[in-house]
């Protein structure tokens, strides 16, 4: 990892500490007035100074005793399974302490389906987290090699470092060669659930050419990708031969990868949908595994114009009939969202997801507020992204400048992570999240109380915010100033707040005549 | 200016056209498919390869002539006296151009108080905007040096940079010395009405020693800044003597410079705000060279514990006072507003500010909807911006990333307006202003065409747009490539979307068997 990122975490104000009997790791910020802000951690073992990485070798098997424990005691195998049995497994007690809720509580919202524990019994490197909208908003970054660009340690580093900023989940969205490759590494080394879209690889299985692609190739591709500890996978399944027309009209077409694939090959063999007809027997394969469904929208818009037109929700309500065939087969379920969306009609995305899908976790691709801004669309949706965050969306899918461009280099990454980080947050927040706001208030604390290292310390991002401050004023004295780079001593505010509250006001009026009224110098 | 930004604006594909009587100014961008799409402009002379920029002479002064005339007809002075008197001003008739609605509609709205034409007598160099809700979402860029760094050549070529990329308004914020200069400087070449907070300037005059100001050295500072021709100045009457213990209890008390200097001098005094008292008299110096008042909110919040709290609520009550009292003196005015503000309570703020002043235009300043990620708080302040206008703010300051932590770059100015002209046209879309969503559509149009260099064209920054591009496919040919750098030939959604428009179905599934099914290859 780049020393950069190292430093955030390892400095001598960063710790990792570890909650609990399930020892569950959390990110410690040592401030310099004694107290400590206790942050959620996605970053997993690389931060902890004590642990040597070795990519061959892959991260600790942490949950594989917990697996066998439920094998042993004959409990069923998904977590919604078990949740419905009134089981609370080693996951739902170790997100229930990220979050700082009981276990019957995870419990209860996983039975019910409006949360999900991906969590592949393949997968035990991973640490459990959960997505629901009762819990803090998740976000996810897309990694991925793909024909034009880019190699596996690539991919692997950019995962490490997507999950040192923030991610929640990654998606290896690899359509290249190697793809099986690229994700054993990537699977292997992610402390985070991983998801992906197995049909990219399935067509890949098959020259490119969709209309060759069929239940069989694709029910393979989806065992081998179960095997190996996928946790949750795109299925475009929505998309129905009668839904391909009715995106003739549209601006901007289908621009979901896999909706195109799916509506070439409907049209090709003028057949309802292979995904669509083998729903059922694709629940008993991720069952066997605890895969999580995330199910894709092959039809969302791509532009402002096509925004809540009729083939999208035309497909939301056939996704809204598999998430009740999913839950018969006690497999979790997840509903993948917009896409280009104008502010007004975010909310009606929402409104129509919960009551189509019964309150299945709700995960979207930003939405855009704006098709005008290619190299800034990190910024279009995040904006669309924060307000759907607050009107209940439990996962969000990053963006990265690149988006429309390019595929995202490092910087890209960690620019897309952190801006969804915002926007999650801020959902946080609007949504009254118990803990959130104790984040915002450290740091305004310390804004207000002049402790520059901790403030810097408590952001999202502290090189970039010290680096910044220290472009304008560099010196050392500068950090236990009390004024900053903006207003510069004799404007700032703050100084003058301070006096406010320090003193009564009649006393005040004389001291100020007594020291001159000089109330800026140190 | 750099070639960089130049170039953006006179390239081949790019011209400066003039609309009606009055050469209203447009960009004009020349598609590659015949057509054109026309945009707003704020950048002035500086992009029309005719026009030889001379800094020491200034721009032309086109208002003079309309000034004089309105003089000799013994008109009012100011644009809502006129506005009054149904009399249509010719900057009411260039705005209507620009706007794309009839003179008599601009007329009503500056009437009513719903808008403002801020055009000082003395800025004739200045092309006339309006700011109101029912009108495009307008953008500020605040500039001006510090005592701490920045030069005034500095500080002009960012007010020119800054309009270039679609700033509508500047404010001048200097505090140190040489204001006078550097105002004088800025005014004459300054294509946008510019903005000024005299409380600077008179907290300079008594050296920095809040208690030696009184109302003469304000106004003595006031009436110079009116001769030299700003158009709006932040007048901070609304921080009562009684308002101040409100903030006392704050989690980062007055972060406003000017409020935290009126809380200062009250409390030194204990009297009443010199600003407050002589609040009418104020008026009577604005109407006579139409100095519009941006009434300041001087308790806005500086973090998020302390949104919409006593303080800031009982500072608007005044500011709605003030509001009444500066219409009868055919005053225009509009209003600041925070801050930082959680996505939930936003709306709440421009509900209120409508009812207590009566419909003013609402201005403000992001506001932030989290208060950790110092760095990023251009962004966490646009999606605070896209929603307050989407609620009906008619002009948003921007905020650049070095927010908080130091004084704005070229670079920083330039993200801090791109970020907020995504927001201005978001509220646009999302208010379903009848012009906004053209530009989507084409730049929607030119994508699912794969038309690049349309779609970097209309991009609000080309160059990005373009070089994020290039980094991953710099051939030209792939400028024409029917695919993108991100899914690579093999899995570009758009292309099959093509196929499945140009097609019938039962033909198409014929030809995707006879191509041997492969619908990817150029």
């Known amino acids: 990892m780049p020393a950069k990122g190292v430093c955030a975490m390892t400095s001598a104000r960063f710790s990792k500490v570890y909650q609990g009997e399930l020892r569950v790791p959390m990110r410690e910020v040592r ?5 400590s802000v206790t942050l959620y951690d996605t970053s997993g073992p ?7 990485p070795d990519p061959r070798r892959g991260l600790p098997r942490r949950r594989e005793e917990w697996v066998r424990e439920r094998a042993r005691a004959g409990h069923p195998v998904t977590q919604v399974g078990c ?9 739902m007690e170790f997100v229930a302490v990220r979050e700082g809720v009981t276990p019957e509580f995870v419990r209860q919202e996983v039975a019910a389906g409006r949360a999900i524990i991906p969590a592949n019994v393949n997968h035990p490197e991973s640490e459990p987290m959960i997505i629901g909208r009762e819990f803090l908003v998740k976000i996810n970054a897309n990694i991925g090699n793909s024909a034009v660009t880019s190699s596996i340690e690539e991919e692997v580093e950019k995962m490490t470092w997507a999950t040192r900023w923030g991610a929640d989940t990654i998606m290896d969205l690899s359509t290249g060669a190697d793809i099986h490759e690229t994700r054993e590494w990537i699977l292997r080394n992610s ?17 490119g050419r969709p209309e060759l692609l069929s239940w069989e190739v694709y029910r393979d591709t989806l065992i081998e990708q179960c095997e190996q500890g996928v946790d949750y996978v795109t299925v475009h399944a929505g998309v129905r031969l009668a839904h391909v027309p009715l995106t003739a009209g549209r601006k901007t077409g289908i621009v979901s990868r896999g909706g195109s694939i799916m509506a070439a090959w409907c049209l090709a063999h003028h057949r309802e949908s292979f995904l669509y007809e083998n729903f059922a027997e694709m629940c008993e394969i991720l069952a066997r595994y605890d895969v999580s469904y995330s199910l894709g929208d092959g039809l969302r818009p791509g532009s402002i114009a096509d925004a809540n037109d009729e083939a999208q929700f035309a497909e939301l309500r056939t996704l809204g009939e598999l998430t009740a065939i999913a839950r018969e087969h ?12 104008p502010m007004h009609k975010i909310k009606e995305n929402v409104d129509l997801q919960r009551e189509l899908c019964d309150d299945a976790p709700f995960y979207t691709l930003g939405p855009l507020v704006t098709d005008i801004a290619p190299g800034y669309d990190h910024i279009t949706s995040g904006i669309g992204a924060a307000m759907i965050g607050w009107y209940g969306t439990a996962m969000l899918c990053y963006v990265t400048p690149k988006e429309h461009l390019g595929l995202p280099d490092k910087d890209d990454v960690k620019t897309g992570v952190i801006t969804y980080k915002i926007a999650a947050h801020a959902a946080d927040l609007a949504k009254g999240h118990p803990r959130a706001q104790a984040w915002d208030d450290a740091l305004s604390d310390a804004r207000f109380e002049f402790r520059w290292e ?14 910044f401050h220290d472009e304008t004023l560099p010196a050392a004295p500068a950090k236990t100033a009390h004024f900053c780079s903006m207003c510069g001593p004799k404007f700032c505010s703050m100084r003058i707040s301070h006096e406010i509250r320090d003193a009564g006001y009649a006393e005040k009026a004389a001291e100020f005549r007594r020291l001159g009224g000089t109330i800026y110098v140190e």
């Open 31 to 35: 401030l310099s007035n004694g107290s």
């Open 330 to 341: 006690d497999v979790q379920v997840m509903i993948e969202g917009p896409g280009h969306v």
């Open 454 to 467: 901790d403030q810097f310390d408590l952001s999202l991002d502290p090189e970039t915010a010290r680096s």
């Open 83 to 91: 949740a419905r049995r009134g089981l609370v497994t080693r996951e």
């Open 46 to 52: 690389y931060t902890d100074p004590a642990y040597e």
């Open 191 to 207: 402390p985070v659930p991983v998801g992906t879209v197995p049909i990219y690889q399935a067509l890949e299985k098959v020259k």
